[in-house]
């Protein structure tokens, strides 16, 4: 999906509500960038439409009851947040001080960790019905996945294009273990990692053998 454009006016009006987390009207959005209502008005149409504002509540402006907008998780999450900087040095940290072994350790846990949040949505499910929801929980995650396609048995395969470590993984092939036993855990199976980014391949592909059938 093509990532909806914010223009420069929106920009700093995203920028006034993560200041102002009780929210601002459109009078003050108008003294403070100088323009009109009307523009303003405009503006916070395209904003609320596409989900980086919403309505609050209303105060008085100048004797009059104004409508408050305040951001909301998505516009909160269109601000540059750098995780994958701090992963990186957490995980040369932990890497650096207690070993490699350790490292895999520890991401295999977090990967179990993080699969236990989300376990109910598989319960009782056929293991085809069960990918599906998987590659779903992995785009949610982060991960360009899909469901791989063509070939007898591909319907048992998930390929994904990025991961939440992309860059981390060409130095630290590590983190990989993390993504083995997220799925591992979540499909109650075995996961064979047939092809990996971090090796130079397009991209990671994870083949599901189901426990009963070893």
Do not use: W
Not at 50 to 67: E, H, L, N, Q, W
Not at 112 to 130: A, F, G, M
Not at 185 to 196: N, P, Q, R
Request: positive net charge; aromatic residues 6%; glycine residues 6%.
């Amino acid at each position: 999906m093509e990532k909806k454009r914010v223009s420069e006016k929106q920009q700093k009006i995203l920028r006034f509500l993560v200041k102002e987390k009780k929210g601002m009207t459109v009078d003050q959005f108008s003294k403070l960038l100088d323009i009109s209502r009307s523009a303003i008005h405009q503006h916070m149409t395209v904003l609320e439409r596409d989900g980086y504002v919403r309505k609050s509540a209303f105060m008085k402006t100048g004797g009059r009851p104004g409508i408050t907008f305040v951001l909301t998780d998505k516009g909160n999450h269109h601000f540059p947040k750098h995780y994958s900087l701090i992963a990186g040095m957490l995980i040369n940290q932990i890497k650096q001080k207690l070993g490699s072994e350790k490292l895999i350790e520890y991401l295999k846990e977090l990967g179990v960790s993080i699969s236990e949040t989300r376990k109910d949505e598989l319960k009782n499910k056929p293991i085809d019905e069960k990918i599906k929801i998987v590659v779903d929980i992995m785009q949610e995650l982060g991960y360009e996945a899909q469901i791989a396609e063509g070939g007898l048995g591909q319907n048992l395969m998930i390929d994904a294009f990025n991961c939440v470590f992309h860059d981390l993984a060409f130095s630290n092939t590590e983190v990989c273990e993390m993504d083995l036993s997220l799925l591992s855990s979540l499909l109650d199976s075995k996961i064979e990692h047939s092809c990996c980014m971090a090796k130079g391949e397009s991209r990671c592909r994870f083949k599901v053998i189901p426990l009963l059938q070893k």
